[in-house]
């Protein structure tokens, strides 16, 4: 077991148990935490979440967990948002009318769009864009799982790391610098995505 924690946040999404499951099985320690003091501690943090942009940004804001976050990426702790977790790294959310997010990320939550069976659950492929350390011994177009009815347009396309198309190719891994986001789920993806939080933690700078 390693000795250095890795940080899960708890802002009343669901999915936490999962992901905290996946992160023990690799052989991490999970801290899960609702303490803003304790994410602006941590070494690694993920955000998982599944839900509307709206009512998760009303709870990391009414916890204090939105200047922990923001401080803590600008400081350059790893971060990993999953599904709901990137989705409020943009500036904002069309959902429920429109919402402003952690505007972390340039850009804006969007739809899917009409003529398809939304939301968009199961099994779907990830075409790498480019090369990146947490994709390390992962085949392109691999299967992740996907559960989710908007999806994020950043501004700057040079984010983009990896696309899956659902009615359109859109963003499904997001990186800059040591901020890595993903629309999929690696917690429910098997092997592969075991594989990318591996990485993920690796390129962290955690070493067994």
Known sequence: MLSRMVTIVDYGASNLSSVAKAVAKIGYNPVVTSDPNAVEEAQAIILPGVGAAGDAMSRLESAGLKTAITRSIDKGVPFLGICLGLQVLLTESR???????????????LRLPPGIKVPHIGWNQVSQKRRHPVLDGIPDNSFFYFVHSYYVSPTDRNLI??????????????????LVATQFH????GKEGLHLLANFLMFAGFRT
């Open 186 to 189: 690696p917690e429910k993806s």
């Open 161 to 178: 790391v990896g696309e899956t198309n659902y009615g359109l190719d859109f963003c499904s891994l997001l990186i800059r610098d040591n």
């Open 95 to 109: 959902e429920s009318g429109g919402r402003k997010c952690l505007d972390i990320i340039s850009g804006s939550v």
